[in-house]
């Protein structure tokens, strides 16, 4: 729990302003909130792709951390500052270039399409800005200094949200950019925010920074196999799983622009709540780590990951119940019709229904499997859920015209499947991997 609650802590303050972010973008109606959230959906394929990246670099790092091997560390970091500077470079090409392509693949409304392109042009240079503070991130977490990535979260996005409000309404001397205005607050958030984090990095001589680079990008053919063995499975499953969202987003859309804003809004109203499972899921991650790396004893890791997934499930039953009760306040914030809103806020029940077996299901194969660097089998287990339950779901409940809350409850099934295999999995104790430092 003391690596976990900043972790949380920082989660919370991310998703609170982004749902803050969608509140302010909502004031100016449903086809913003629609732009938004698809042009997000862009963000998202970038975020996951770079998890995948540091999530493979925090399995390494942990692991060297605990055997103390800084030379180790500094070639994670490189190897993992080059794979995430790449998809930054794809994305951003993507975005910056071909934004009305991109846009036009998850809605046909043209007044979606204009505002979605315009928002996805101005946030697409914070590409890069994001993969360098990520990594750098992932290095003071992974050293056990999940305190110094919050505060530096605190100070950027607390720029963000007065950004917002200053240049999507217009505020004294600035202008009312409206959608553009919160990419542009974005951008300016993302700079200050991989600044901190960098400078802390060198400053308090952390042994993960890039010193030598004649060491951190001499990589032996060995070195580089055992770092994409574990790698390369949660790189392809963040992206697979990505690609998943993304293809399920594109059956929703077929319901209309209505039924995607209320997407959007549950979304990002579930983020804030889903903190405590990323942050016990990264916790796992370290602890379970540092404690392979040191050599701990089979029993006492097994004891430890079985005690995490308790502790999950009990909040995660708490802040579902909490999500539940205050949804028909959350719902009321946002500037859509009244059909809409009643629309939502059935949608936003079933999430919350659902957000134990969520929960469980992300530390078992985000965080759990991923310790014990049985990567290959979280990949299968994640991918396998979604392209062969999700998505086919979503595709028959949308030709079906089911209204969107039911759409969710079954596409969400997929998650109680995962839960169910990964249970079986962590039984049998085959998910802890030796990997060589």
């Not at 990264?282 to 790396?293: E, F, N, P």
Request: glycine share 8%; proline share 3%; hydrophobic share 50%.
């Amino acid at each position: 729990m003391l690596v976990a609650i900043p972790i949380m802590l920082q989660q919370l303050l991310t998703t609170a302003l982004s749902f803050l972010d969608t509140l302010m973008v909502g004031q100016l109606g449903e086809v913003s909130i629609a732009a938004v959230g698809i042009a997000n959906q862009i963000n998202l394929l970038l975020n996951l792709s770079v998890f995948g990246i540091a999530s493979g670099v925090s399995v390494f790092l942990a692991r060297f951390y605990g055997a103390k091997n800084e030379d180790g560390m500094e070639k994670v970091m490189a190897i993992g500052l080059v794979f995430s500077f790449l998809f930054s470079f794809i994305f951003f090409i993507a975005s910056f270039f071909f934004p009305h392509t991109t846009v036009h693949i998850f809605s046909q409304d043209e007044r979606v399409i204009s505002v979605g392109v315009k928002y996805l042009k101005t946030v697409s240079p914070s590409y890069f800005l994001y993969a360098l503070a990520f990594i750098y991130s992932t290095g003071f977490r992974s050293v056990g200094k999940t305190s110094i990535p919050l505060y530096s979260t605190i100070i950027a996005l607390s720029l963000n949200a007065v950004g917002n409000y200053f240049l999507i309404f217009g505020f004294g001397p600035f202008p009312r950019l409206e959608v553009q205005g919160a990419a542009i607050a974005t951008v300016a958030s993302r700079f200050v925010e991989t600044f901190i984090i960098v400078f802390l990095s060198y400053r308090g001589r952390e042994p993960y920074r890039i010193r030598r680079f004649s060491v951190a990008f001499s990589w032996k053919a060995s070195f580089a196999y055992d770092y994409l063995k574990i790698c390369l499975p949660i790189l392809c499953n963040e992206l697979f799983y990505a690609i998943g969202l993304s293809i399920c987003k594109v059956a929703y859309s077929k319901l209309g622009t209505e039924s995607f804003a209320a997407i959007s809004i549950v979304e990002s109203i579930e983020n804030v709540f889903f903190i405590t499972a990323w942050g016990i899921a990264s916790a796992a991650t370290v602890v379970l780590s540092q404690l392979l790396g040191a050599g701990g004893e089979e029993e006492n890791v097994q004891k430890y990951a079985k005690e995490t997934v308790k502790v999950a499930l009990t909040l995660s039953l708490a802040h579902g119940l909490l999500m539940a009760l205050i949804s028909p306040l959350l719902v009321q914030l946002f500037n859509i019709s009244y059909a809409l809103k009643n629309e939502t806020l059935i949608t936003l029940i079933i999430s919350a229904i659902y957000q134990p077996i969520i929960s469980v299901g992300l530390v078992y194969y985000v965080g759990i499997f991923r310790a014990g660097g049985d990567t290959r089998y979280s990949f299968m287990g994640e991918t396998g859920c979604m392209f062969f339950v999700a998505i086919p779901l979503a595709f028959l409940t949308t030709g079906l015209g089911l209204p969107i809350y039911a759409v969710i409850a079954f596409v969400h099934l997929n998650d109680l499947v995962k839960v169910v295999v990964g249970a079986r999995h962590l039984n049998k104790r085959m998910w802890m991997k030796a990997i060589e430092s």
